[in-house]
């Protein structure tokens, strides 16, 4: 006869797996549940994608670090439409990189006085609030928004005049040869690009910051010289962009500066093998140690360069140079047939400085004076702006040149993503690991749980 404990073991092992399976069910049911409760509670992302395209950039997130007081957002589009949900993804990244951002949503059409008050003509439009400064963008995206809120962070905006009147390029201008992308950056970036014609003024605005001169098709007259000789006085910063041939009635201020260009252009063998199709570029892969290249890695290419001698007039300090490639020379024939290098001529072989930045202390002052010359402004032009590292380096020289503006970095502008292309081989593999591989691993695993509960028994 059983015993009661033998009755009790009997019963346990009847209903053991129905328990057993009972209690598992049961613990999932827990986990699931505490992850939703975790979930609900506790706002974590990780994104594991290469190129961490559910985050902000770098460079959102270090201007979002400059903030110091509550910033906000009111987004003017109905929140219960898919633009307001779109823009409302984007605006959760800034949310979830600074909890002090405040973000609503204000219907235009139930709400058309502040519309109107906002300036806002279109839905989707972002009006940005900070320590009473106030601006509306009319494009959303994640670089307007940084470069928005990095403007709303600087109270006091410098002035940069671009100087124009005699064919030189114009920096609203949309040609080629204009400078209309690199105004635009300035816009982005807090500067007040102008146009300055000194055929029409006496002199310089105080309140200019910067000059960006380019190369005039026609000689200015000589009192404009005048006029920016008095600027560079006076301690302003100077971006000189020349360009090959003669200096069209620049030649007092080269002689002003103690500046002298090598005859020719640069020609290097290596830009055909990067696609430009001539070997009249000049391009920049190596950068000097210096505050003016830092962070710069992408080789720039100055189509039709100058190169220059690395003297200086008194009282200036050539502070750094970037040059051409080792293998590269001024050449001073024609661009036409295969080159080679002359020195008989005067042909200098690379590598050879075709970006100079010149400063000066100021006896009153104490300030720092800066200034560069290029030998290039083609790598500047609309038609070059985006290619290679011409961009970074641009925005390096005008960073530096703006010393004391804390300029910042703005986020690169969107780009298509890369499309994912398989060869043959690739789609064979992943068709055999899907069809083949992955169904064999559950099989095997399958036949060998049920042999191992066979012997079990």
Not at 47 to 63: C, M, P, Y
Not at 137 to 154: C, F, K, N, Q, T
């Amino acid at each position: 006869m059983k015993t009661r404990a033998q009755a009790i073991r009997v019963l346990v092992h009847r209903f053991e797996r129905a328990l057993a399976d009972t209690l598992f069910a049961l613990l999932l049911l827990g986990c699931v549940v505490a992850a939703g409760w975790l979930v609900a509670r506790h706002d974590r992302i990780w994104d594991w994608t290469q190129s961490e395209s559910h985050r902000l950039t770098r460079e959102s997130r270090a201007i979002l670090e400059r903030l110091e007081a509550p910033l906000r957002l009111t987004v003017f589009a109905d929140p219960q439409t898919p633009l307001a949900r779109m823009i409302g993804q984007l605006l959760e990244r800034y949310a979830h990189e600074y909890p002090e951002l405040e973000i609503r949503y204000l219907d235009p059409r139930r709400f058309p006085e502040q519309a109107r008050e906002a300036e806002v003509s279109l839905q989707g439009q972002i009006l940005l609030e900070y320590r009473g400064r106030r601006e509306t963008l009319a494009e959303v995206g994640e670089r307007s928004i940084s470069a928005a809120i990095a403007r709303l962070i600087r109270p006091r905006h410098a002035w940069v005049a671009i100087i124009e009147g005699h064919g030189e390029r114009a920096i609203a201008g949309e040609r080629d040869t204009d400078l209309g992308r690199l105004g635009r950056e300035l816009l982005e970036l807090g500067l007040i690009a102008r146009p300055l014609d000194l055929a029409t003024t006496s002199a310089v605005p105080d309140n200019t910051r910067l000059v960006v001169l380019s190369q005039p098709r026609l000689p200015p007259f000589p009192g404009e010289i005048e006029a920016l000789i008095d600027f560079l006085d006076r301690g302003g910063h100077l971006l000189w962009l020349m360009d090959p041939g003669p200096p069209s009635g620049l030649e007092p201020l080269l002689e002003h500066l103690g500046l002298a260009a090598l005859p020719g252009q640069v020609v290097d063998p290596e830009a055909e093998r990067l696609g430009f199709g001539t070997t009249a570029v000049a391009v920049i892969d190596d950068y000097a140690p210096h505050p003016l290249t830092e962070g710069l890695t992408a080789p720039a290419l100055l189509p039709g360069a100058l190169a220059f001698e690395t003297q200086v007039a008194p009282g200036w300090a050539l502070a750094t140079y970037l040059t051409s490639r080792a293998e590269s020379w001024n050449e001073t024939g024609t661009l036409s047939g295969p080159l080679t290098r002359d020195e008989v001529i005067g042909e200098r072989a690379g590598p050879l400085p075709v970006v100079l930045a010149l400063t000066r202390t100021l006896p009153e002052s104490e300030r720092e004076q800066r200034l560069v010359v290029v030998g290039d402004g083609d790598f500047l032009s609309n038609a070059q702006f985006g290619l290679q590292g011409n961009r970074a380096l641009g925005l390096a020289l005008l960073r530096w040149l703006s010393e004391g503006e804390d300029l910042p970095e703005l986020p690169p502008p969107p780009t298509a993503a890369e499309p994912l292309e398989l060869d043959e081989r690739h789609r064979t593999l992943i068709g055999l690991g899907a069809l083949v591989l992955l169904p064999g691993v559950f099989l095997i695993g399958g036949l060998g749980m049920r042999w191992s509960r066979w012997r079990g028994r």
